[in-house]
C-alpha cells in the first residue's frame, strides 16, 4: 500500500470515528478522540468533559463503553479484543471549542437565556467568542442579537507561547504581549 493511500485511509477512519463517537456522546461532553495504532492493538482515547458519563454509571458496570467498543469492532472490521478505548478528562472547558458548542447548545435547547449562556462563556475562561440569538416575534419579524468578546492575538513563533501544551489560558494581554516580546529578544540574539 502507498503511503498517500495510507494517509487518506487514516484519515476516512479518523473521521468517520469522529462522526460515530459524536452522535453517541454528545450528551456527554465529547470533545474529541486520539487514535494510537500498535502491532497488538489499536487504543482509542475519547476525550470528554464527563468522563464518568462516557464510561456508564455504577449500576450499568460499564456497559456503555462495551457497547461503544462492539460499535467500533463491528464498523471498522477489528478483530476481538484488538481495540481498547479509554476516557480522557479535558482540563479546561473553556479551551475546547467543541466541548462549549455542545454545552451552549443544550443550554439553550434547556431554555436558558442567551445573557446568562453569555456570563457562563465568560466565567469558564474563553479568550474569544460570539453567540447570535435569532428570535421570531409573534408579528412575524425577527431580531438578532448579537455577543461577543475577542481579543486580536498577534502570530508568535510557533515555538512557543504562554502554555505550549494549551491547557492553561494567558491571564491578560499584557502577559500575552510580553511573553511574545520575550520570545522575539530572544531570536534576536
Do not use: S
Given at each position: 500500500m502507498s503511503k498517500k493511500r495510507k494517509f487518506v485511509e487514516?484519515?476516512?477512519f479518523f473521521e468517520e470515528l469522529n462522526k460515530v463517537l459524536m452522535r453517541a456522546l454528545a450528551r456527554d461532553g465529547y470533545s474529541g478522540v486520539e487514535v494510537r495504532v500498535t502491532p497488538m492493538h489499536t487504543e482509542i482515547?475519547?476525550?470528554?468533559?464527563h468522563t464518568q458519563k462516557v464510561l456508564g454509571n455504577l449500576f450499568e458496570k460499564g456497559r456503555k463503553i462495551r457497547e461503544l467498543?462492539?460499535?467500533?469492532q463491528k464498523r471498522f472490521n477489528f478483530l476481538d479484543n484488538n481495540v481498547e478505548l479509554y476516557t480522557g478528562k479535558v482540563n479546561n472547558k473553556g479551551l475546547c471549542a467543541i466541548a462549549q458548542a455542545e454545552s451552549l447548545r443544550y443550554k439553550l435547547l434547556g431554555g436558558l437565556v442567551v445573557p446568562r449562556i453569555y456570563k457562563f462563556i465568560r466565567s469558564n475562561d474563553s479568550r474569544s467568542y460570539i453567540v447570535f440569538s435569532h428570535n421570531y416575534n409573534v408579528s412575524s419579524f425577527s431580531s438578532t442579537k448579537k455577543y461577543q468578546n475577542s481579543f486580536m492575538i498577534?502570530?508568535?513563533p510557533q515555538a512557543g507561547g504562554p502554555d505550549p501544551k494549551g491547557e492553561v489560558p494567558p491571564i491578560t494581554m499584557l502577559e500575552l504581549i510580553?511573553?511574545?516580546h520575550a520570545?522575539?529578544?530572544e531570536q534576536m540574539q
Open positions: 487514516d484519515g476516512v482515547i475519547i476525550r470528554a468533559t467498543i462492539l460499535i467500533v498577534p502570530n508568535w510580553r511573553e511574545m520570545l522575539i529578544r
